[in-house]
Every structure is written in structure tokens, then in C-alpha cells.
């Protein structure tokens, strides 16, 4: 189901803000939390610093499509917090920016098992 794939109350971004761990990049901030489900789901942050709606809304649909496609490990909510240096990037640029990322979060799938996060 669609509404599965994304947070979308206050309190689901709480929890991932107050209980995950988080990794930044020049582009943007990937905060993640274990959800203990067979699911992730993603949310977005996208600051009015970035610019006016259009741009706003430009970058958070190019984020919806590369998390769709994205090689994500399952049971994991993950917030995507844009900076204001993605504004002019194009999808490409996001795509390398979000998959960088999730390197450094050990959250693609793939990764062998020692670099994975912790959840204890």
C-alpha cells in the first residue's frame, strides 16, 4: 500500500528523531531508526531555505523517486532532511548524494553484515 512507504504524523518523525542515529552529507542529512516491521518507510524535510514552493516540492518528489529505487534494507524509518546546497541539483546529483549516504549508514542492501547499523 502507498501510505505505508512514508511517515507521516509528528510523532512518527519524533521517534526517528529522538532514538536514531544520524549521518550528514553536504547535500543533506539521513537520520534513521529501526521499526522492527518488514517495511521502510521514508519521510522528508524540506526547509522553506531551499526556496519557493516549486523548488520545494521538485525536490521532494525527486527524493520519492530515488527512494522507490533505491536498494534499501528493510525494517528501517529514515528521514531525509535536504540542505540548502540541493536546490539546484538535478536527479542524478540527488541520487549520488542519497546513495552516498546510505553507505555511510551501512543501510543498502548488499552491505556485508559487519558494517551494518547497531540497533542495540
Known amino acids: 500500500m502507498r501510505g505505508e512507504r512514508y511517515l507521516k ?3 512518527q518523525f519524533a521517534l526517528v528523531y529522538d532514538g536514531g542515529r544520524s549521518w550528514a552529507g553536504r547535500e543533506m542529512v539521513l537520520k534513521a531508526l529501526a521499526n ?3 517495511s521502510t518507510r521514508f519521510g522528508f524535510v524540506i526547509s522553506h531555505r531551499l526556496g519557493k514552493a516549486v523548488v520545494r516540492n521538485r525536490i521532494k518528489r525527486r527524493l520519492r523517486e530515488i527512494t522507490k529505487a533505491a536498494p534499501v534494507q528493510t ?3 529514515i ?3 535536504a540542505r540548502v546546497p540541493a536546490a539546484p541539483l538535478d536527479y542524478q546529483g540527488l541520487e549520488k548524494a542519497f546513495n552516498k549516504l ?3 549508514a551501512g543501510l543498502n542492501v548488499g552491505e556485508n553484515e559487519g558494517n551494518r547499523l547497531r540497533t542495540d
Do not use: E, F
Open 102 to 104: 546510505l553507505l555511510k
Open 9 to 11: 504524523s509528528n510523532s
Open 36 to 38: 522492527n516491521s518488514n
Open 79 to 81: 528521514i531525509l532532511i
Open 75 to 77: 525494517g528501517w524509518d
